[in-house]
């Protein structure tokens, strides 16, 4: 069947197009997307032909056309002969979709209809709210980086990076006890930071971040979690943190650049977390801890977006000519 979705057609150029979606296997299933999240950081490297990896080293690193994005949720419309545990008309969460024709995946995350594996769907607890549900991917992987090294409550985290992943990150410490600073450069963001994920919220162009951490915890930080994916901010991470301190890298890091030595680390004795992809259970510690209260992932979304409207979400994300923090399709306008 033919289904509506985003494609990258070239460098920085995002239009709504169709492509060819298949007919479910007999452990699959085919959804009807609701509401598609947007991955800022990811999809601006993808868009701007700047996701390189190991085994995607050429000139042109995207594969044009192709659908970006890997989250979303949706209903159910068909299911497969031998799947027994997922019915039509569930609400599902998925990632990774299937596409027949027209266009490469990359990973067909914002498509209108979508043909996943039965086993690979998660089904959401009844009411959970979509914009969080459409999320999930990106709000685990700040759960994952905020849950890892060792604090005890009332001990100094800090997060460097206002985005989303950050935001999650001190909410996730905060969680666990910690006293969270966020350090960023977006008013914006920073104000979202202080009415949901952080004890205090600096904004490094007017404040220096260093001397606050000193006059709170001369010792240094028990945990520093680095989300902007530079030499430099990995470097400042490092000197933010005390003696046996635990350093979390949150970020999309190039490959092939050279971010730290050995060296770095000994000085201090110090803990190195490298985080990144998803799994099931963290996407499952996620919906929990979003039930809860604890992690507030609909309320970081704020600009809402038709499929019609999405390139302007793109030229968005890449010209950064408004104020925006997470970004979301709605396939049923």
């Not at 890997?70 to 545990?85: C, M, R, T």
């Not at 969080?132 to 604090?151: D, E, F, H, K, P």
């Not at 039930?291 to 999405?310: I, K, N, W, Y």
Request: contains cysteine.
């Amino acid at each position: 069947m033919r289904s509506r979705a985003v494609l990258f057609v070239q460098n920085g150029v995002a239009e709504l197009g169709e492509v060819e979606v298949p007919d479910p296997k007999e452990t699959e299933i085919r959804v009807h997307t609701e509401m598609s999240s947007i991955s800022v950081g990811t999809e601006r490297w993808v868009l701007t032909e700047k996701f390189y990896t190991r085994s995607n080293r050429s000139d042109h690193p995207t594969p044009y056309p192709c659908v970006p994005g890997y989250q979303k949720v949706g209903i159910v419309e068909a299911v497969g002969k031998a799947v027994k545990d997922v019915r039509v008309g569930d609400r599902v969460f998925t990632t990774i979709a299937r596409i027949e024709s027209g266009a490469a995946p990359m990973w067909g995350g914002h498509i209108e209809h979508s043909v996943y594996e039965a086993g690979e769907a998660i089904q959401l607890p009844e009411g959970f709210d979509l914009k969080a549900a459409a999320s999930l991917v990106l709000a685990q992987v700040g759960v994952n980086g905020g849950s890892r090294g060792t604090v005890k409550p009332g001990d100094l985290a800090v997060v460097l990076g206002d985005g989303m992943v950050g935001q999650w990150a001190a909410q996730t410490l905060r969680s666990r006890g910690a006293r969270v600073i966020l350090a960023g450069r977006r008013e914006y963001r920073l104000a979202l930071a202080r009415k949901y994920s952080a004890d205090r919220a600096v904004n490094v162009r007017e404040e220096s971040l260093e001397e606050l951490v000193r006059r709170e915890k001369p010792e240094g930080a028990a945990l520093v979690v680095e989300t902007v994916a530079t030499r430099e901010t990995v470097g400042q991470a490092l000197g933010l943190l005390r003696h046996d301190g635990h350093c979390v890298l949150l970020g999309w890091y190039v490959e092939g650049d050279d971010l730290l030595s050995i060296h770095d680390l000994q000085g201090k004795e110090l803990t190195l977390w490298a985080t990144g992809g998803w799994l099931r259970p963290r996407l499952m510690k996620t919906i929990g801890m979003a039930q809860e209260g604890s992690l507030h992932v609909a309320e970081l979304m704020t600009r809402v977006f038709t499929p019609e409207d999405a390139p302007k979400a793109y030229r968005l994300m890449v010209d950064k000519s408004e104020d925006f923090l997470g970004m979301v399709i709605d396939w049923r306008r």
